[in-house]
């Protein structure tokens, strides 16, 4: 929600001034101008946003002598 407060607005602001500087604007460029600004914005606030710590409860062990098994058969020479 917070992205939208700050996408909007700044949006807004870009058509107004590209209309007072007598740019002929259509929905395509209001689209556009709005989508890039909200990507920076979403871009600018997970980088601000607070780190999370992993909350996984299961470890991962792998084991260590197991023997790694080939997916490929060794080639064969086949008789033309």
């Known amino acids: 929600m917070k992205t939208t407060l700050i996408t909007l607005p700044i949006?807004?602001?870009?058509?107004?001034?590209?209309?007072?500087?007598?740019h002929?604007?259509?929905?395509?460029d209001f689209v556009a101008i709005t989508f890039t600004t909200g990507l920076v914005a979403w871009t600018l606030a997970?980088?601000?946003?607070a780190p999370r710590t992993?909350?996984?409860?299961?470890c991962i062990h792998l084991p260590i002598n197991a023997p790694i098994a080939s997916v490929h058969?060794?080639?064969?020479?086949c008789a033309a």
């Open 54 to 58: 992993l909350s996984s409860t299961r």
């Open 11 to 22: 949006a807004i602001l870009v058509v107004l001034a590209a209309v007072a500087s007598g």
């Open 73 to 77: 058969r060794p080639a064969e020479r």
């Open 24 to 28: 002929h604007f259509d929905a395509a």
């Open 46 to 49: 997970q980088y601000h946003a």
